[in-house]
């Protein structure tokens, strides 16, 4: 197996094709998300933007990742999320630090049973199967990683695959399993009109959430300042509204296009391998985020529903979409996700330095 980046030049010839290459990023990322739309799959616009882009990558199309574009679409998300917060969710909070300590056994065990496997099946080095393992955001997996010597390749390869499974299983789980029927587009929201006070208070959220956290350097700032002031405006009541719905498609197809240009750069011959393992620990995690899921509903009154969302091992912002399509609890989910990745960005570096002793035998006996 290779385990070495591609080379300088696949993607020197990218640097010169960005406006084509984003306009054909998004391109296709549209036309995925219509096809889906069109056959009703659950969370159709982001899915099929991803899996179309993802397809066209790995065939050797010549995409560019939206970044700057997404970052906009992910701050408007930050502001949908902040309006399902209320002041009802004031009262639901005293039950959330079960849940939060649960989720927080659940990122610490799928991170180390994740990490063994890919030392005693994969023969990765430690460092890389360890911060591959981790259920933390992408690119601060990639930097801490990366720095302590890690194939930055590989890493960024397993977050991709979780992610891209992830989204792929669980709305599909709930499409078969849970009766979830995709709904469609409703037009009267689209064209809702909203005043100036609505309009501008959730462009003021937007604007200087986004501002004021990149400033701070908030990990995941980006979304997580605008949904910061936009729960405070919805809990204190200054507007029950939130972005139209024609935003969060457009939201959905940039986001899943951007999932599917991580694969930019790769084939698919040159890494079977790495997807093999990244696939093989995904389904593990996942299987164990099911077995959460289920003792804990039920030993509480949480609902199943909710509570396999909070564990599923996906991105952020794409479950926060998830569970925002499916109409569970988003201030529920995207609360405990968010934890999920501050407390790995957290714990990660130290629980590292405590296992790597015992990595390190580990190691070497394979």
């Known amino acids: 197996m290779n385990d070495q980046p591609p080379s300088k030049s696949t993607f020197s010839g990218l640097t010169n094709l960005t406006p084509k290459g984003m306009i054909l990023s998004l391109g296709i ?15 159709p616009w982001m899915i099929g933007a991803m899996v179309f882009t993802a397809a066209a990558a790995l065939s050797g199309a010549k995409l560019v990742q939206p970044k700057r574009l997404r970052l906009a679409m992910v701050a408007i998300l930050g502001v949908m999320l902040g309006s399902a917060f209320s002041p009802d969710t004031l009262d639901k909070i ?16 799928s991170t180390v049973v994740g990490t063994l496997l890919l030392i005693r099946f994969g023969r990765y080095g430690r ?53 979830y029927v995709p709904g469609k587009i409703v037009i009267s929201n689209i064209m809702l009109k909203y005043g100036l006070m609505d309009g501008g208070l959730l462009l003021f959220c937007a604007v200087a959430g986004f501002w004021s956290a990149e400033k ?34 457009a939201s959905q197809v940039v986001l899943g296009a ?27 995690t996942l299987v164990l985020a099911f077995a959460f899921a289920g003792t804990l509903a039920a ?15 996906g991105g952020l912002v794409e479950m926060a979409l998830i569970s925002l399509s499916l109409n569970i609890d988003v201030a529920f989910v995207s609360t405990h996700h968010l934890a999920r990745v501050m407390l790995i960005i957290i714990l990660a570096p130290i629980l590292f330095r405590f296992l790597d002793r015992g990595l390190k035998k580990i190691q070497k006996k394979e």
Request: aromatic share 14%; hydrophobic share 55%; proline share 6%.
């Open 29 to 43: 990322g549209l036309v995925g998300g219509w096809v889906f739309y069109m056959i009703t799959m659950p969370l």
């Open 94 to 109: 005293g039950a959330w630090p079960v849940t939060l300590i649960c989720l927080l056994i659940f990122s610490l065990l």
């Open 127 to 179: 460092v890389t199967a360890y911060f591959s393992a981790a259920p933390g955001g992408l690119n601060e997996m990639l930097l801490i990683g990366g720095s302590l010597g890690g194939d930055e390749r590989v890493i960024s390869l397993f977050h991709s695959t979780r992610i891209l499974l992830t989204v792929l299983v669980i709305p599909m789980w709930y499409r078969l399993f849970e009766g």
């Open 216 to 249: 701070l350097k908030i990990p995941a700032g980006a979304l997580i300042g605008p949904m910061i002031l936009s729960s405070t405006v919805h809990l204190f009541g200054l507007t029950a509204l939130g972005p139209p719905s024609l935003l969060i498609i």
């Open 258 to 284: 951007a999932v599917g240009c991580r694969f930019v750069g790769y084939s698919l011959g040159r890494i079977v391998d790495v997807l093999y393992f990244a696939l093989f620990t995904t389904f593990c």
């Open 299 to 313: 030993l509480t009154e949480f609902p199943f529903q909710a509570l396999l969302l909070i564990f599923s091992p």
